[in-house]
């Protein structure tokens, strides 16, 4: 979708379009006492705009999407793999402490845990640390994966997955990140991940027409 405003000539072909489509680029011309040539980059425009759809040999056909379906279209067609970050893990031998010093430091709110082999054991979020942080254990000594979230109770997606199902999940789920996975026959192997942040910067990137 090109976010766009339009001028008076592009809102007349609208309307000629809505009234008598499909019509061809050379009646639309006519109408407005144009050459084809000249109208031409205003319905390149308006087509790749979403307004029209073109049919070739047939003409002009007004797409009755209004910008908020179109927007919609946008969303639709965003995937993972354009969004995702690069994973923040912890070996699933670490300590409590350990966590909570690599979510500090790389200023995260959820860790993924792996094995040896990347692939995915649990997830740890900020509540999860916090919540073994209030009591009066020793968190060098709790492995954190007495505390973790484990498979197969985590939420994760592929780089294939729609970023807006995705974000529906976040929301369903009431979490702040997922994993984003490879299926291997050992298991599956995390690969980046997905957080509302990297979901609002898909939607700052729509509104400005990066995408």
């Not at 067609?77 to 699933?92: G, W």
């Not at 599956?188 to 997905?194: A, L």
């Amino acid at each position: 979708m090109i976010n766009i405003e339009l001028n008076k000539r592009q809102q007349h072909i609208l309307e000629i379009v809505k009234q008598n489509g499909p019509i061809t680029g050379e009646h639309i011309a006519d109408q407005l006492n144009l050459t084809r040539a000249t109208l031409r980059p205003d319905l390149a425009i308006l087509t790749m705009a979403g307004f029209l759809d073109a049919r070739p040999r047939v003409g002009y056909f007004y797409s009755g999407k209004s910008e908020t379906q179109m927007l919609s279209d946008s969303l639709k067609k965003i995937l993972v793999r354009d969004y995702q970050s690069i994973p923040v893990v912890v070996n699933d031998s670490v300590s409590v402490y350990d966590a909570v010093c690599t979510m500090f430091l790389e200023d995260v709110g959820t860790l993924f845990v792996v094995d040896k082999d990347s692939i995915l054991k649990g997830v740890l979020s900020r509540k999860d640390l916090l919540r073994a942080s209030i009591g009066k254990q020793e968190l060098t000594t709790i492995p954190v994966n007495i505390i973790m979230t484990r498979m197969p109770n985590v939420t994760m997606c592929s780089r294939e997955d729609l970023l807006l199902d995705v974000a529906k999940r976040l929301i369903d789920k009431q979490i702040d990140a997922v994993p984003v996975v490879r299926e291997t026959e050992a298991g599956y192997e995390v690969i980046g991940r997905i957080t509302k942040t990297n979901i609002a910067k898909a939607f700052v990137a729509l509104a400005d027409d990066e995408i």
